[in-house]
């Protein structure tokens, strides 16, 4: 168990590679890798992973039930993929929930609904613009998610945003810095490369090591 001084998760995209980390706090529960099938109502079947201490009763229980639908990460058959970093509350303003409409989704199941429904990015983007999204995870971290792969169903062209959500909606984030598809725990849609727009985020000296030594991640 280490000491953390903030949450310290990190994702990078580079052509068709995908590379990212897990710097969650230490808990002694396991990490499951899911696979689903494509059924009449789920379009796509994908695989990822899901860590069960998101999934836990009061007394330290695993609540099985819930193990698909927390996936952190993961990737569809139509090549669809999608992560999930948190963020320190209050990074993306004052996000108060008050609709309870059928279309409600709350932010630790976006990666699981991508997954299931997502044709392509630009599908995924629509997706989510149709949701009201709640992205507080715990009362205190919030959360934003980086996806990548084909542009649409007619551009097969490989496509990473990463999507944040801020009191005003959704924010799509394309124009990376130096156009290098980078997220750690800040907001990227309003960050300039330097630290002074980091905010309250936690990672600005990931990002410099993976702007730095970015060509050596693709294949």
Known sequence: AIELSGISCSGVQNGQYRGRNYDWYYS????????????????????????????????????????????VDGINDAGVCIQINVLPFGENGEL??????????????????????ADSVDDAIALLKEKDIYTVLYDAEEL?????????????????????????????????????????????????????TVGLGQGYERWQILNKNFNQLGV
Not at 100 to 108: A, M
Not at 149 to 173: M, N, Q
Request: aromatic share 8%.
């Open 96 to 117: 108060v929930h008050t609709d309870d409409s059928s279309d409600d989704l709350y932010g630790g199941h976006v990666v699981r609904y991508v997954l299931d429904y």
């Open 28 to 71: 002694d529960t396991d990490v499951c890798v899911v696979h689903t099938t494509k059924t009449e109502n789920r379009p796509h079947a994908s695989v990822g992973v899901s860590d069960t201490s998101h999934c836990l009763n009061d007394d330290g229980s695993v609540i099985y039930d819930q193990i698909p639908f927390t996936t």
């Open 144 to 196: 934003h998610w980086m996806i990548s792969g084909p542009t649409s169903k007619e551009d097969s062209t490989t496509k990473t945003v990463v999507v944040e959500v801020f009191p005003d909606g959704l924010h799509v984030t394309e124009n990376f810095i130096d156009n290098k598809p980078i997220m750690t725990n800040f907001n990227i849609s309003n960050f300039d490369g330097t630290q002074n």
